[in-house]
């Protein structure tokens, strides 16, 4: 699974995250290990990719190397979206029961913002990383960063989780927009998203194996019937999802199909919709 199908997957358990944020049922414990588990791995894999693009001078550099580099940096810059989510998913649900799934969250959510800095940092001093892909990798990130917030603030409306936002005002201000108007088009958002970052990445991810683990791990979160209620999944996708992770990029797809079908796109694009995005991105 590509990087980019992750910040899909955010964009989702944003819109149905308030299912889980005031259900007081705890979180299948199986789900929340393979969550924590596949991320945990993923994490130990960059960090042993960033120690040797730290130790590796140009010269010594392959093309195969540049390219799994380039690579290993497009998933940190863009993985917080879905870790700061998800995290802000599992406290809100933390508020309602005694379960402590939120610390499992957040401890990937550190692990994450420490590759993120490491990476940061390497695309400063770093000795393979060219300025122009250097100069692309930070465009990406602060894209990420800003559609963190958008996604963290959708959910402040059903809990005050805006510390896990890349910038807590920004994200409150987006609360603010759409407690203003609750019609603001998810289909609109969810198109503009995939746009944003349709383009963005230049190279397959390296840890596509994980990302599909993490996203299976996030998915399984989620009760079939709670899928069922909103008519975006059937129970079978759901069951076979919860066995296997070959299905989960279809399943974001088929997803995204549902929300941004012609009939929802063409109200989406109501002059007030467009604004409130124009003002914010």
Known sequence: MHARELVDLA??????GSLVMSSDAPLPSTSLERYWSASKCRLDRWGRTLKRLSDTTPCRGTDVDN???LGVLEEIV??????????????GHDRHTAQDSGAVARTILVGQQEARNRAMSLLVNGPTIDSQHAL????LRRRAECWSDLLVGYLCMT??????AAEPVRAREFA???SEDASLAWSLLFASLRASFSSAF?????NADLNAEIAAGVIACFAPELFDSTGLLRSLWMSRLQRTTTDTQCMIEDLFVEETSPQLLSKAWAPSHRDTFRRRF
């Open 176 to 178: 603010h927009d759409f």
């Open 136 to 139: 692309q990798l930070n465009r």
């Open 202 to 206: 230049e190279v397959p991810s390296p």
């Open 78 to 91: 863009t993985g917080d979206v879905l870790a700061r989510v998800w995290a802000a998913v599992l406290v």
């Open 67 to 69: 390219q799994e580099a």
């Open 159 to 164: 809990e005050d989780v805006a510390e896990f």
């Open 11 to 16: 964009a989702l358990a944003a819109l149905h």
